[in-house]
T-cell receptor, first 113, second 112 residues
Framework: DVKVTQSSRYLVKRTGEKVFLECVQD?????MFWYRQDPGLGLRLIYF???????EKGDIPEGYSVSREKKERFSLILESASTNQTSMYLC????????????FGPGTRLTVT | SQQGEEDPQALSIQEGENATMNCSYK?????LQWYRQNSGRGLVHLIL?????REKHSGRLRVTLDTSKKSSSLLITASRAADTASYFC????????????FGQGTRLTINP
């Protein structure tokens, strides 16, 4: 079975801190994605990556950056956390083009105080 | 407005009944997918239907796609308490980046 893991289930950070969220997949998938999920807004794409060292902006990249140094790992970075970045963050991967079945991690609920 | 919009936003039925959720979208798609999310967890892929398909089945799930109306429906038959979850449709657009666009979801509650 495909396994996508995220570094933390729950995280509490202070405003202004630099935050790293990590995602690891164990199936040699080419494509990886970071979403945030907020009530009433569904899932919104932050960044995605088709290959190592490659990244593309999604729909809401402001305030975020990403890193993909190895194929299995895709990191989301909040350069200076703000309270409006309090959210559920979901990582996903797929071996095919990004519009096919995506495999999701369990999510990280981030609270910024 | 959203590319994919689910209707209703919330649905509560008795165990054993059928549950129907709808998804509407605005632009041409390559495929449409349905996902389930249990409370506070990641999403799980349920079924994918391509733009040239009209109906697809998987166990107790039946998905239909009407590209002329730009809509899809997910039917869960003989519902169980374990079906309680949020259900999301996701559309894969023909043009633009190869990514999915998710709707806001339908919260389904199955009452015992």
């Amino acid at each position: 079975d495909v396994k996508v893991t995220q570094s933390s289930r729950y995280l509490v950070k202070r405003t202004g801190e630099k935050v790293f969220l990590e995602c690891v997949q164990d199936m040699d998938h080419e494509n990886m994605f970071w979403y945030r999920q907020d009530p009433g807004l569904g899932l919104r794409l932050i960044y995605f990556s088709y290959d190592v060292k490659m990244k593309e902006k999604g729909d809401i990249p402001e305030g975020y950056s990403v890193s993909r140094e190895k194929k299995e790992r895709f990191s989301l970075i909040l350069e200076s956390a703000s309270t409006n970045q309090t959210s559920m963050y979901l990582c996903a991967s797929t071996p095919w083009a990004g519009f096919y079945e995506q495999y999701f991690g369990p999510g990280t609920r981030l609270t910024v105080t | 407005s959203q590319q994919g919009e689910e209707d209703p936003q919330a649905l509560s039925i008795q165990e054993g009944e059928n549950a129907t959720m709808n998804c509407s979208y605005k632009t041409s798609i390559n495929n449409l997918q349905w996902y389930r999310q249990n409370s506070g967890r990641g999403l799980v892929h349920l079924i994918l239907i391509r733009s040239n398909e009209r109906e697809k089945h998987s166990g107790r799930l039946r998905v239909t796609l009407d590209t002329s109306k730009k809509s899809s429906s997910l039917l869960i038959t003989a519902s169980r308490a374990a079906d309680t979850a949020s259900y999301f449709c996701a559309t894969a657009l023909i043009q633009g980046a190869q990514k999915l666009v998710f709707g806001q979801g339908t919260r389904l509650t199955i009452n015992p």
